[in-house]
């Protein structure tokens, strides 16, 4: 059997604040996938040279070089690739699409809305702890393992709404003088209860965040406590206040206040654990259910003057006042969840 031809390419990691610039192929085999931009290093030509070279030819603009964040070896088909990764900032202009279909500036939250080549997304979890400022190690645990749990659960608690919880708690972080590595661990693990069922399950994910070892390799037991109590004290029917700081950040960036959003997840709940029930019924529900927790005098209450919620749940309560708006909402989510 002969071997395995092994093919070297670099890419850039191209990072610009908070966000890290990815491309849609074009053509081939791969057409319509992502991923970094870059390509073959010639024979006699240096990785960084491969890649200024590259980006170059690609995007039309120049790059500073940093430090390199892996080298990913894949096995696809037709050969093995071993791609160097760099991370890297532009150095001179705006990309342009000079060979491929698309590009975007992805965001933590937004790293997964796209089908990545299968050895970019390999680079996922790390590309995460950069942009997160939190340990390489805990980020490959928490992308890796935590995460997919949420898999399980329903609709308005899959993996996105996890990924949003932690962007969102990440940037409130930044008003407090709290661990960054904390806030990242709590938020990862708010929901992990769900397991258990809904009515308990932010102390059951209290109790699942204590009693993972794991964690207390980059934690010690009182920041683990911290942790567990934050995700206690996330759920937005709880009668007191959260006890700490780190508990008010993540149940504030739980509150992901979207109005239309948050009137499909209440849909999708109806639909979910009471099927029997007809239309007039969910809508029944639906209407209780947004005056009970999110009208004023309603049980959701907002922790961090910081957050952006403020302002949307103003609009919300603007929808709930105006019932027939709110129906027409209503009757279109219905359908498209039943379709």
Avoid at 94 to 107: D, I, K, V, Y
Wanted: glycine share 6%; proline share 5%.
């Amino acid at each position: 059997m002969e071997p395995r031809k092994q093919i070297e390419v670099v890419a850039a990691i191209i990072r610009r604040e908070d966000r890290i610039f990815a491309t849609q192929r074009g053509y081939g085999p791969w057409k319509d996938w992502w991923e970094f931009p870059g390509g073959k290093i010639e024979p006699g030509e240096s990785a960084e040279a491969a890649l200024l070279r590259e980006i170059r030819e690609e995007l039309g603009v120049g790059i500073a070089i940093g430090e390199k964040l892996s080298t990913v070896e894949w096995d696809y088909p037709e050969f093995r690739l071993r791609m160097q990764c760099f991370l890297s900032a532009l150095q001179d202009g705006e990309p342009l699409l000079m060979e491929h279909e698309s590009a975007r500036w992805l965001s933590y939250k937004e790293l997964h809305d796209v089908k990545w080549l299968p050895a970019d997304d390999g680079l996922l979890p790390l590309i995460a702890s950069r942009l997160l400022d939190i340990p390489q190690s805990l980020a490959l645990y928490i992308e890796e393992e935590v995460i997919p749990k949420y898999a399980a659960f329903d609709k308005a608690h899959r993996e996105d709404h996890a990924r949003e919880v932690i962007s969102r708690a990440m940037l409130l972080a930044a008003h407090y003088p709290v661990e960054r590595s904390v806030i990242y661990a709590a938020a990862a693990c708010h929901d992990l209860g769900l397991v258990e069922g809904r009515e308990t399950h932010h102390l059951a994910s209290g109790a699942i965040i204590r009693s993972d070892t794991r964690l207390r390799e980059w934690f010690s037991p009182a920041q683990i406590e911290t942790i567990a109590a934050a995700a206690e004290d996330h759920r937005a029917s709880a009668k007191g206040a959260p006890r700490t700081v780190e508990g008010r950040i993540i149940a504030e960036a739980d509150r992901l206040i979207v109005p239309e959003q948050i009137i499909r997840r209440a849909i999708q709940y109806g639909l979910a654990h009471y099927p029997e029930v007809a239309r007039e019924g969910q809508w029944a529900r639906t209407l209780e259910h947004m005056h009970e927790k999110y009208a004023e005098g309603g049980y959701l209450h907002l922790w961090i003057p910081e957050s952006p919620n403020a302002a949307a749940l103003a609009r919300l309560r603007e929808i709930i006042h105006d019932e027939a708006r709110l129906r027409e909402i209503f009757e279109r989510m219905y359908a498209e969840e039943l379709a």
